[in-house]
């Protein structure tokens, strides 16, 4: 299986490549980025004008690790692909077979979209969910 990689090239726009092997791509502000393809992972180029947020929408209890992808900049994710672009927003819930406590797809907005937490996790914020306030 090929490395999926990912071209954030404008306004809510990408395009989807499959690497077999080692290979560069040269951003519009003229950043060469050196690609490794590992099979079975994906790589996320943001060559917008704008940050780039991957956001991991949890199903049942896990702790999000969202990122962010300056310009001109990749990131590399160990998941096969991204499930969710954009306005094309995630279900609310979803059936699954998994017997895992929690389970999470990826969406990609851009940063000035993004409404959720980009730090690290919140332990205030587990405190009053589990203490019911």
């Not at 927003?89 to 959720?116: C, H, L, R």
Request: proline content about 2%; some cysteine; hydrophobic content about 35%.
């Amino acid at each position: 299986m090929p490395t999926n990689v990912y071209v954030v090239d404008g306004d809510k726009e990408f395009t989807r490549y499959a690497l077999l092997g080692d290979g560069s791509f040269t951003c519009n502000n003229g950043t060469e980025i050196k690609l490794t393809g590992v099979l079975a992972e994906c790589d996320i180029i943001n060559d917008a004008d704008e940050g780039v947020v991957v956001e991991q929408v949890i199903y049942g209890f896990a702790l999000a690790n969202n990122k962010l992808i300056g310009v001109g900049e990749v990131m590399h994710f160990e998941s096969t692909s991204i499930e969710y672009f954009f306005d094309n927003e995630p279900p609310e819930t979803i059936e699954t077979s998994s017997t895992a406590s929690g389970v999470y797809k990826n969406w990609i907005q851009m940063e000035s979209d993004f409404s959720g937490d980009l730090g690290g996790f919140d332990f205030d914020k587990m405190h009053e969910l589990l203490d019911g306030e």
